[in-house]
């Protein structure tokens, strides 16, 4: 019989939490197109009236090549509009910080021989006809310069001096939001009483965005933001966000009808991406579990892969549910129950998920009233299998090897189990994980260092 380890507290949450599984919420209009920053000229001569619309490659590093006319009601301006997309700039398309190659549709309008109108880039935030203040008016002229920074600069330096300007507080918000400063966005936008019609969309935007970033943090100002963003526009990205705030605030009956709502006009948007549908259907899945509809929740796993066959956020979904539950079978010292969980947490398909229920899964063998060391040796290999840099999965490595060095005295056994804490330590270090890294070199103290003890049955 194996005889007992003198473990340290071996606390799973310490060790390796569900949450660090990467978040599955994710706005849904994370992807933020390219957009035009300044319009260029043409010395070609117009041909007459009508619209070209012009295909142009924004490219991550913010050179451009124009690539296709995609429609043309005059073939006669063609050669015009061609030659101000090319002599515009434009600002990168981001997928959340990152700045990305993509296209942007470029709208250009004729009337005679001039230019009445194109299009306004990824906003949609018109500044003409607003009633602003001087100061507020400075401000516009620097956003529509594409000086997004500097526009926030001047807005907070004049605020210091008019707090109550309004029109200078929508400003701020205008810039943060074409910024991709979501957070500062809604908070300018959130201390203007009535917000004026044509900066709603960008408001709604940001308190959308704001509410599914901040969900964890401060539910309470998520559910806050959300309910304003629904408020100003009720849409799909601003319904998933108050589905997500919902959720955080464990209020999952109102987030499964919020989430229904945005899956049901997501599908019927040709216009929104494949990958935010995704993310809506992920959160759904979310809300379905946490109402303990696992028959629902399976349906819209299933059509997850069917809108993106690579897509595992259905198993990300379904396999923290089950971990969830896991943990909690863990803490209540059902280990069979929590293995259980684990094991059917690790064979939803999602490799991050597996490697979290197969560490999980040895240490609540180690804090089991049995142990049994050779098993739990076997979820470690498991976890190691498909990460080998995981350090917690290393740890359990050795305790398992410890525990069978103690009985076996074999001094094989000993040097896996020495190598298996030396990489855990190592790797701990290199992730800055302090915590580990002294729970480790003080099981190894307290343990391998020490005399084996002597087999059952056996004298002093």
């Known amino acids: 019989m194996n005889q007992p380890l003198r473990v340290l507290s071996i606390a799973v949450a310490t060790l390796f939490a569900v949450g660090q599984i990467p978040a599955l919420a994710q706005y849904a209009n994370e992807f933020v197109p390219a957009k035009l920053i300044k319009e260029g000229k043409t010395s070609t001569t117009i041909a007459g009236s009508g619209k070209v619309v012009v295909q142009v490659q924004v490219n991550a590093d913010g050179s451009h090549k124009v690539t296709k006319i995609i429609s043309s009601t005059n073939s006669g301006d063609n050669a015009a509009a061609i030659e101000i997309a090319n002599s515009s700039t434009y600002r990168p398309a981001r997928r959340g910080t990152a700045p990305i190659t993509a296209f942007y549709d470029f709208t250009l309008r004729f009337n005679g021989r001039t230019v009445v109108q194109s299009s306004s880039g990824s906003s949609g935030v018109s500044l003409s006809g607003a009633s602003l203040t001087p100061a507020a008016s400075q401000v516009a002229a620097l956003i529509r310069a594409g000086q997004y920074a500097q526009a926030k600069s001047k807005a907070q330096m004049e605020l210091l001096s008019s707090p109550g300007d309004d029109s200078l507080r929508e400003m701020l918000g205008v810039a943060s939001y074409d910024a991709g400063d979501f957070t500062a966005a809604s908070a300018a936008f959130d201390k203007v009483p009535t917000i004026g019609v044509q900066f709603r969309s960008a408001a709604a935007q940001s308190f959308a965005a704001a509410a599914v970033k901040g969900a964890t943090d401060n539910p309470e100002q998520s559910l806050a933001y959300a309910q304003k963003a629904v408020a100003l526009a009720p849409d799909t990205n601003s319904r998933f966000a108050l589905g997500v705030a919902q959720l955080a605030n464990n209020d999952s009956a109102a987030a499964l009808a919020s989430l229904k709502a945005a899956h049901d006009m997501a599908m019927a948007d040709s216009k929104i991406p494949l990958a935010s549908k995704v993310n809506i259907d992920a959160e759904l899945l979310q809300a379905y579990l946490a109402n303990n ?36 079978a863990a803490v209540a ?22 490697v979290t ?32 840099d995981n350090p917690q999965a290393n740890f359990a490595e050795g305790i398992a090897l410890t525990a069978q060095w103690s009985s076996s005295h074999d001094d094989g056994t000993k040097k896996r189990a020495t190598d298996a804490f030396a990489k855990a330590d190592q790797l701990a270090k290199a992730q800055g994980n302090e915590a580990l890294s002294l729970q480790i070199e003080t099981f190894v103290k307290q343990n391998l260092n020490s005399a084996p003890s002597a087999p059952s049955g056996s004298g002093p």
Not at 293 to 318: C, E, F, H, N
Not at 333 to 354: I, S, W
Not at 378 to 385: F, G, N, P, V
């Open 357 to 388: 229920a197969n560490v999980l899964a040895a240490f609540a063998i180690a804090q089991g009233p049995k142990p049994d060391y050779k098993r739990m040796q076997s979820y470690a290999d498991k976890a190691i299998a498909l990460q080998p």
């Open 333 to 354: 010292k059902d280990t069979p129950t929590a293995l259980r969980d684990y094991d059917q947490a690790a064979a939803v398909g999602d490799p991050t998920v597996a």
């Open 293 to 328: 509809d696992v028959q629902d929740a399976q349906g819209i796993a299933a059509q997850i892969k069917q809108l993106d066959p690579s897509s595992t956020a259905g198993a990300r979904a379904m396999g923290a549910s089950l971990l969830k539950s896991g943990q909690a």
